[in-house]
């Protein structure tokens, strides 16, 4: 099964709103990944977070980390309707440098 | 910084061709690549790792022989898909690692979405 697993599946909210969205994992990690997918493109990195960090943020981006119950959240604060697109998490759980990636949760911001 | 470019973007192709997807680091070196396979609607599924100079590293189920990774510098890895069948048809993005922020952090290209008719 996937390390990652993000909550919920798909997100829909209204622009200005905050949108959160969430992340479990199963193994130790080093670090925790955060990124974005439009549609029929590539991944762009939005953030990464080490695992003796509990929180970061970048812009309207912050991310939380809790080691003890292995999962992370997104938090995107005032939405725009260019934040549609999937968000995805990574964890390197499995080591060599390999990511393993969630399921992703679609958002979708309504103007 | 940390740009990833892949060539080509889309391509269509008959079934029993070969076809070469490029992946470039444009500003860093990259030590490790990484391949990836995606289906509509779905996460991303690792398919091989690959070190510059040395042979992939494929993931469970992934064919090395249908699949053939090159690394040959630190800024270029090639994907050919041998004897393409419809099946293949997929979204495949590269990513790079050594970049910036320690070198964790992998940088992905925008993708080559092959269709095998």
């Known amino acids: 099964s996937q390390q990652g697993e993000e909550d919920p599946q798909a997100l829909s909210i209204q622009e200005g709103e905050n949108a959160t969205m969430n992340c479990s994992y199963k193994t130790s990690i080093n670090n925790l990944q955060w990124y974005r997918q439009n549609s029929g493109r590539g991944l762009v990195h939005l953030i990464l977070i080490r695992s003796n960090e509990r929180e970061k943020h970048s812009g309207r981006l912050r991310v939380t980390l809790d080691t003890s119950k292995k999962s992370s959240s997104l938090l995107i604060t005032a939405s725009r309707a260019a934040d549609t697109a999937s968000y995805f998490c990574a964890t390197d759980g499995r080591g060599y440098s390999t990511l393993t990636f969630g399921k992703g949760t679609m958002l979708l911001v309504s103007p | 910084g940390a740009v990833v470019s892949q060539h080509p973007s889309r391509v269509i192709c008959k079934s029993g061709t070969s076809v070469k997807i490029e992946c470039r680091s444009l500003?860093?070196?990259?030590?490790?690549m990484f391949w990836y396979r995606q289906f509509p609607k779905k996460s991303l599924m690792l398919m091989a790792t690959?070190?510059?100079?040395?042979?992939?590293?494929?993931e469970q189920g992934v064919e090395k022989d249908k699949f053939l990774i090159n690394h040959a510098s630190l800024t270029l890895s090639t994907l050919t898909v041998t004897s393409a069948h419809p099946e293949d048809s997929s979204f495949y993005i590269c990513s790079a690692r050594g970049g910036f922020d320690g070198g964790d952090t992998q940088y992905f290209g925008p993708g080559t979405r092959l269709t095998v008719l």
């Open positions: 690959s070190n510059e100079g040395s042979k992939a590293t494929y």
């Open positions: 500003d860093f070196q990259a030590t490790t």
